[in-house]
């Protein structure tokens, strides 16, 4: 695949040019990875087809992977720094991380071949890239679903009154999770997503009535709260979690009919998340002061607790199953790209897919009993992967597609200042992130690793 090819694919005839004059037309500009141009190949035959996704499915997977654990972290971040600090972060973050979507959005429109982060690092880098970026972004897909699985089993807890062993919840969520991992594609996974997208949306609505309700707390909220650098950082880190989506952006984007309706997906996914985020973590912390949980579900009675809980189960479950199915196609997409297996029903290709569900759901399992605090694996989550992810890597995306062309214009000099801006912003949460989430592992009594105890 010549540079030439990818530009005809992408603008037709002739040079690639920009909105704002500027042009690429030579090979250093259009640099071809070792991959082919398209993850899926052609799909004019095959059993199996993957490019069937509308911009709103996109959108609802989107807000499935996203919005589930990252809204239930938020109360208590405002309870640790005030509501005022809070809501400046929550929308301040909120749009960074819209801008920094719509980048993706754009290197992947440059580079169509693209269907992870993965695949970005061998645009940056080379096969070193490559091999660097895929590993941390199975890393960071473990460690999201683990979070679900911990999720999961204070959700068994609080329902059933601690009812057995929490490593046994663990291996039931485990379990649920590699079957509903079992479909190949994403439109099959999406449907399961709506459901999700309800039951997160009726969890947090119920929790907000019944802490306006039973007013757990008579305080008033503090507008603002004086507090230590490692508690602040500590919630900037769970309000960058809230937002930690975007690896899974290029598989979504891969798997749309038409890729272009990609920033209406965006806008979907942000738009409700900002809103929610906000109005979500205002009232319950209102109402549940500075007692408030993490999860958020638990601030409310012990009726109401459990039944908000009941409601969010899907979405614990199949958010959870959104990562790991991006997860595991990543290294399904890596292994057999380019062959007849990855359009086929054969027992290779439905065994390999087995093996490689049930073995990322063991090590997420593995993870979540290590670290059974939720706020404490967020907070790590965060700082170890978000901050390079949601934040970082897209400033040097940009930085890489305009080399150059920095500072040709007055407009392309602001957008350089605002994606090194982004640059920094991810090297921040990630250096400070990680002291003080490892402050934070280390200093934390709520139970032991592989541990029975009630972690509700």
Not at 13 to 28: F, L, R, Y
Not at 40 to 51: L, N, Q, R
Not at 312 to 339: D, E, M, Q, S, W
Request: hydrophobic residues 50%.
């Amino acid at each position: 695949m010549s540079p030439a090819d990818i530009k005809d694919v992408e603008n037709g005839p002739g040079p690639i040019v920009e909105e704002d004059g500027a042009t690429w037309e030579n090979e250093h500009d259009l640099k071809v990875p070792s991959v082919e141009k398209d993850p899926f190949g052609s799909e004019a035959v095959g059993e199996v087809h993957y490019k069937t996704l509308e911009w709103w499915q996109s959108g609802v997977l989107m807000i499935a992977e996203t919005v589930s654990l990252g809204v239930l972290s938020l109360p208590a971040t405002v309870a640790a720094i005030g509501l005022i600090p809070a809501v400046i972060l929550i929308v301040g973050l909120g749009i960074v991380a819209t801008y920094s979507g719509y980048v993706i959005g754009q290197f992947r429109a440059r580079y169509p071949f693209i269907h992870s982060m993965a695949d970005a690092g061998d645009v940056l880098m080379g096969p070193l890239g490559r091999h660097f970026i895929e590993a941390a972004q199975l890393i960071f897909f473990m460690f999201a679903s683990g979070s679900h699985l911990v999720t999961f089993t204070v959700m068994m807890n609080t329902i059933t009154d601690h009812g057995t062993c929490s490593v046994v919840f663990g291996v039931v969520g485990l379990a649920l999770s590699f079957v509903f991992s079992l479909p190949r594609t994403m439109k099959n996974v999406s449907w399961f997503a709506m459901t999700c997208f309800v039951s997160i949306f009726s969890a947090v609505m119920i929790t907000m009535i019944g802490v306006g309700i039973e007013r757990p707390s008579h305080a008033p909220m503090q507008l603002t709260r004086p507090t230590t650098f490692v508690k602040g950082f500590s919630a900037v880190t769970n309000i960058a979690f809230a937002y930690c989506g975007h690896p899974a952006f290029f598989g979504f984007i891969a798997e749309m009919k038409h890729p272009k309706d990609f920033p209406k997906s965006l806008c979907m996914l942000q738009g409700f998340e900002i809103i929610l985020y906000t109005v979500a973590s205002a009232v319950i912390y209102r109402y549940a002061g500075q007692d408030v949980k993490s999860p958020a579900l638990g601030s409310a009675g012990p009726v109401v607790r459990k039944v908000a809980y009941g409601v969010a189960i899907p979405t614990i479950v199949i958010a959870g199953v959104v990562l790991g199915h991006v997860a595991i196609k990543n290294v399904y997409v890596r292994i057999f790209r380019g062959t007849d297996i990855m359009h086929t029903r054969s027992a290779r290709s439905i065994g390999a897919w087995i093996g490689l569900a049930a073995a990322y759901w063991v090590i997420a399992w593995i993870i979540a009993e290590s670290i059974p605090v939720f706020s404490d694996l967020v907070s790590l989550i965060s700082a170890l992967f978000a901050s390079w992810f949601s934040f970082g890597l897209p400033g040097i995306f940009w930085l890489y597609l305009y080399r150059g062309q920095y500072f040709t214009t007055w407009r392309r000099t602001l957008l350089t200042l605002t994606n090194v801006g982004l640059f920094l912003i991810g090297a921040t949460i990630c250096v400070c992130g990680l002291w003080v989430s490892g402050l934070a592992i280390h200093d934390d009594t709520g139970g032991g690793s592989f541990s029975c105890a009630n972690n509700a």
